[in-house]
């Protein structure tokens, strides 16, 4: 990663390639994901199925799971609109 600091049970990353985003979600076992925009959103990662990466551009989405799987958000997101992205240890 280009900037990996450590903060308590956390991690902060900055400035990421579409590799080193996919080496994250391929992690065993998954740290959840927090995004967080230069919009000051916050995009939480809790599945590592919910993210598809299409050059420089993540889509996320959430599923929703009562009954049959129900598809309940769904954005793109250029890398270069992520600000930093928060790696939490797992549960």
Known sequence: MDALSPVG???II????????????????FAPLRLHLNSGEIVEISDPGCVLIFGATLQVFTIKRDRAPILEDNR???LRSIAQVEQTTAA
Do not use: A, G
């Open 76 to 78: 793109y997101i250029p």
């Open 14 to 29: 900055f400035d990421m390639t579409p590799d080193q985003f996919r080496q994250l979600l391929v992690q065993n076992p």
């Open 9 to 11: 049970d956390r991690h």
